[in-house]
């Protein structure tokens, strides 16, 4: 028996929507022998000279004029992607699509970006025959990801669908799955090994994050945070932001033996397993990680957009909290050093709990459409 081919594309704004393209080729393996899976960053895999310049403008842009990026994501929220605009991404970076599509032959096209979505979307509405589903990373519904031409979506909440249905999507079409994360988020390995690995100590530890990108630009909150160097384990998570880590490692304050500095690593879930709390920006995938781990989470500066709808999702079902002031961490680690058997005892109950998010639901809901050839009304 031949095996079904599902291709995965992503692209490279932020490490996320390519962390979920990985979950689900994982999560699809693991379900069926019979699946075949590939993950492109479209753009980068398409034009690797021109997609790097525009994901380092985008970053910068991000870095530098959040507010700018903000009120983009308002301005566009009830817009998808007009055809002009995917005409000229189709034209000018996205040449190749087709073909690329005619040589793998996939028997579905999972997106996790709304980019390639709408790329592929064209591509049908050109003719092409092409099953399409479309993965909403956030948790919340902007107009770019929505295009008649997705043959199904899956998102992350009852809200989200209750949004996307708002804008005229077709509820036969959008399934709530939560966001995919990779399975071993879901597992929960000896906390003895994973310490003894990285040289960690048993003892109230805070894991800080930037996202994929290592974006660490909030020094008041890190150089706060060390005051309780002497009574809590410190893991600042840079990802690829080797500046900052070299940075930190010549600064004196952050030489001790209670702070951990690493830069990029696969072992995220690990770290997130032996971390009693989660500093780190709402971005979608990080926020759906951390609710695997039932790790309680503080958020500091979303950007405006998805991370304001993420923070104010997680913080509404009480599984996080937005970083207000200062107080706000000095509650927290007056909490780790006080009360530290009372955080994890809450985390086990939590861990109880997170089973009605089904972690494999997404990779379901891809099979059942390969096995189909076509979406079943709901």
């Known amino acids: 028996m031949s095996k079904k081919r599902v291709l995965l594309l992503s692209e490279g704004f932020g490490a996320g929507h390519t962390r979920a393209a990985y979950a689900l080729s994982s999560s699809l393996r693991k379900l069926s022998p019979n699946v075949q899976t590939k993950v492109l960053e479209l753009g980068s895999f398409l034009n690797p000279k021109v997609a790097p310049l ?5 970053k910068k842009t991000v870095l530098t004029q959040p507010k700018l990026v903000g009120m983009m994501y308002r301005h566009q929220y009830n817009k998808s992607l007009n055809r002009f605009t995917t005409l000229a991404l189709h034209r000018i970076f996205y040449t190749h699509t087709k073909n690329v599509v005619h040589q793998l032959r996939p028997d579905i096209v999972v997106c996790t970006h709304p980019i390639p ?13 092409i099953l399409l589903c479309t993965v909403i990373t956030d948790y919340d519904a902007h107009g770019t990801w929505i295009s008649p031409q997705v043959d199904r979506y899956l998102v992350s909440t009852q809200e989200v669908r209750a949004k996307m249905i708002h804008q005229g999507v077709p509820p036969s079409r959008i399934k709530v799955t939560g966001i995919p994360v990779h399975p071993n988020f879901w597992e929960h390995p000896g906390k003895d090994e994973i310490r003894e690995k990285f040289k960690l100590k048993d003892m109230p530890t805070v894991m800080v994050m930037g996202g994929g990108w290592g974006i660490m630009n909030d020094e008041v909150i890190n150089d706060f945070l060390i005051r309780w160097k002497d009574q809590v384990q410190i893991l600042f998570c840079l990802g690829n932001n080797e500046k900052e880590r070299k940075k930190l490692e010549q600064d004196p304050r952050y030489n001790h033996p209670n702070i951990h500095l690493i830069g990029f690593t696969l072992e995220v879930d690990k770290l997130m397993e032996v971390s009693d709390l989660l500093v780190t920006k709402p971005g979608g995938m990080t926020c759906s990680e951390g609710l695997a781990k039932g790790i309680p989470m503080l958020f500091h500066h979303p950007l405006p957009g998805q991370e304001e709808e993420n923070c104010h999702y997680f913080t509404a079902q009480g599984l996080g909290e937005p970083i207000a002031s200062l107080d706000t961490i000095v509650k927290w680690m007056d909490k780790l050093v006080g009360d530290l058997a009372g955080i994890r005892q809450r985390r086990e109950e939590q861990l109880t709990s997170i089973a009605r998010y089904r972690p494999m639901e997404s990779a379901h809901s891809i099979i059942e459409m390969l096995e189909s050839k076509t979406v079943p009304s709901s």
Do not use: D
């Not at 592929?120 to 092409?128: P, Q, T, V």
């Open 117 to 129: 979505s709408a790329v592929i979307s064209r591509l049908k509405r050109l003719g092409e025959q």
């Open 54 to 58: 525009i994901i380092t403008a985008y």
